[in-house]
């Protein structure tokens, strides 16, 4: 038996069946149709479709491509908007509720396809996902919730009672929770891999290593400078997402960047795996600063992730913290050994819905709030149609005004330990009324 101990590797499990590449310098070409900065799933996605639409497009990406969030995630194909339904309906009435809801349908089915039409490999399942409830009152209302998107949507989503939660999930920790089985498990990293195969074979130029250092008006376009070089470009769509930095303060002072982490655990035995996550299937919870856990693609290992407060270097507490969370969880594995232990950016913003916008002849595809594996490529693509003036492909529930300002913020998000352990708070005293 093991000692307790942290990950071995700070890199994250992804990158051992899928490393980063750096990509071969290339000249910097002194005028393009559209240049994209940040070549993650959104940027790539926007990209692809440009180039396929005839115009020159390349993406600049300060890091390896694929090193921001989009080769670190969980790879679960949510496409989950972080208000409910009910907190949306209020904001924006029932009907833009309802159509948010839909596209998230779209999203999912529109990746779906994509992965398939394009063959990209990328170790894709569509195993559904089971939310974990805690107490009856949250069974409750996560089954009227499940119940509405299988009459309104059609998707097929059911509640789960505690007696049967075995069947779904090795754990007593929840009260039952319901399943939706249009979501699915990814392998990030080789989805970015493949996205960037093909973008590259359309004829999207990417530099890697290739920051923007700032953008300006010029005439009808824009001067960009990057790392490499100046050049023009007639349009600018901007896709950074956690990872802005202050090349556009106007989104900066609208985007917080808050980390998320991932622990993996060793391989285990084939029967404690069965036992532990027997449909093999996605899973989460109903609170504010839940885990995420899934198996990982080959089904060998739990792969668990959660907020990480930290802000700077990469300190022991965090990693610790979703170790309980997964004894707590599976007790049974209180002695196993961690493989890995990463983190990565994800955007918050105000309202917590992704965006597309255009500010000052700019257009923007970003703030995912954690849930970017399905939206990142279909904002992306969204925003691509919106350059190209393609009203009706366009068309999306996300574009509306940029998220709002936050006020004392330029990019140092202070407050945001603070903001995780109130809502950390928020769950406990809702886990103690619902255990009562
Ligand atoms: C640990 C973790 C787990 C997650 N799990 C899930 C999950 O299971 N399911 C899900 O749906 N989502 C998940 N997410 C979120 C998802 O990964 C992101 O929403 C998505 O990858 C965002 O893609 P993107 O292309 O917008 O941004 P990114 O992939 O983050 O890319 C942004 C890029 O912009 C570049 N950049 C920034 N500034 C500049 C500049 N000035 N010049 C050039 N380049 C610049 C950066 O270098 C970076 O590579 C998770 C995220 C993390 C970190």
Known sequence: ?????????????????????????????????????????????????????????????????????????????????????????????????????????????????????????????????????????????????????????????????????????????????????????????????ELMRVALASGVAVHGGTPVTSIERDGSGFRVVTSAGALEARQVLVCTNGYTDGVVPFLRRRLVPVRSRIIATEELA???????????????????????????????????????????GDPVAPKLLLRRGLVNLFPELENVRLSHSWFGNVAMNRDMIPRIFEKDGIVYATGFCGSGVVWAPWIGMHAAHKLMGHEERARSAFDFRPPAFIPFYRGNPWFMPAFIQGYRMRDRIAMWRASR
């Open 1 to 193: 038996m093991h000692a307790p101990t942290i990950a071995e590797k700070a890199t994250p499990y992804w990158w051992e069946a899928a490393p980063l590449t750096p990509l071969p310098e290339q000249p910097l070409p002194k005028r393009l149709d559209v240049l994209i900065v940040g070549a993650g799933y959104a940027g790539l996605a926007a990209g692809l479709m440009l180039a396929r639409e005839g115009r020159s497009v390349a993406a600049f990406d300060a890091m390896n491509p694929g090193e921001g969030a989009s080769t670190r995630n969980g790879g679960i194909t949510s496409g989950s908007i972080r208000p409910d339904y009910d907190t949306l309906a209020r904001r924006f009435g029932e009907e833009k509720a309802l159509a948010i809801e839909a596209e998230g349908k779209a999203a999912r089915e529109f990746l779906y396809d994509f992965i398939k039409t394009e063959g990209l490999t990328c170790d894709f399942q569509l195993v559904g996902q089971f939310k974990g409830a805690f107490g009856y009152e949250q069974y409750e209302a996560m089954g009227r919730s499940a119940e509405r998107l299988a009459k309104k949507l059609g998707i097929e989503a059911y509640a789960v009672p505690y007696a049967e939660q075995r069947k779904y999930i090795g754990t007593d920790v929840y009260r039952g929770g319901t399943v939706r089985m249009d979501i699915g498990g990814l392998h990030p990293a080789k989805f970015h891999a």
């Open 270 to 312: 084939p029967e404690v795996m069965a036992r532990l996550m027997p449909k093999r299937m996605m899973i989460t919870e109903n609170r504010e600063v839940g885990f995420y856990y899934r198996p990982s693609p080959d089904g060998k290992r739990v792969l668990l992730g959660g907020r990480d407060s930290s802000r700077v």
